[in-house]
């Protein structure tokens, strides 16, 4: 049973980077797709990008000059990087698998990160 | 991009009803609609993906059906721990959810 992890920074400060990774165990990294999510607090849920194991990615055009999702088969991990955060990036941010883009079959716990100076 | 809308934002039913949730998409997407189940505090979890096959270890109460534009979530006979937030959510482009029905205790 694979397990997803995010881990990084519950705090940023405005026009800042967000920092996080996902350490996968249970499983390799190598197949699949990787993706970040976030929902904002009492909110819905956004699809942040992905990338697949072979380095593609794939971004929210909302989001696409801000975001940078990359991938360390050695280490098990993908990461997220959000530059110039504003109070509207906060939200809890999950990383997740997906074998097939957009059918996201398991999840990290979430991790809240809060932009505030 | 392709926009997803539920409804209702929420409503009240009882254990054992049956209960329907729709979502409709801007554009046609085929079948290419998943449907979430989010309880408080956790993460999503698939329950049905390609508008009707539902994921393994999911209850048969849970149901999908629609294609194209239209689609709906059944669930049969609503139990104590179905009650929680829906998402429905397109991958036939850049993936995006819908808004979200919170299915509440009448």
């Known amino acids: 049973q694979v397990q997803l992890q995010e881990s990084g920074p519950g705090l940023v400060k405005p026009s800042e980077t967000l920092s996080l990774t996902c350490t996968v165990s249970?499983?390799?990294?190598?197949?699949?797709?990787w993706s970040w999510i976030r929902q904002p607090p009492g909110k819905g849920l956004e699809w942040i990008g992905y990338?697949?194991?072979?380095?593609?990615?794939n971004y929210n055009p909302s989001l696409k000059s801000r975001v940078t999702i990359s991938v360390d088969t050695s280490k098990n991990q993908f990461s997220l990087k959000l530059s110039s955060v504003t109070a509207a990036d906060t939200a809890v941010y999950y990383c997740?698998?997906?074998?097939?883009?957009?059918?996201?079959?398991?999840w990290g716990q979430g991790t809240l990160v809060t932009v505030s100076s | 991009a392709i926009r997803m809308t539920q409804s209702p934002s929420s409503f009240s039913a009882s254990t054992g009803d049956r209960v329907t949730i729709t979502c409709r998409a801007s554009?046609?997407?085929?079948?290419?609609l998943a449907w979430y189940q989010q309880k408080p505090g956790k993460a999503p979890k698939l329950l049905i993906y390609?508008?009707?096959t539902l994921q393994s270890g999911v209850p048969s109460r849970f149901s999908g059906s629609g294609s194209g534009t239209d689609f709906t979530l059944t669930i049969s006979c609503l139990q104590s721990e179905d009650f929680a937030t829906y998402y429905c959510?397109?991958?036939?482009?850049?993936?995006?959810f819908g808004g979200g029905t919170k299915v509440e205790i009448k």
């Open positions: 997740a698998r997906a074998k097939r883009v957009g059918i996201v079959e398991d």
């Open positions: 249970g499983g390799s990294i190598s197949s699949y797709y």
């Open positions: 990338i697949y194991y072979s380095g593609s990615t």
């Open positions: 554009q046609g997407i085929s079948s290419y």
């Open positions: 390609a508008a009707s």
């Open positions: 959510q397109q991958y036939y482009s850049y993936p995006s």
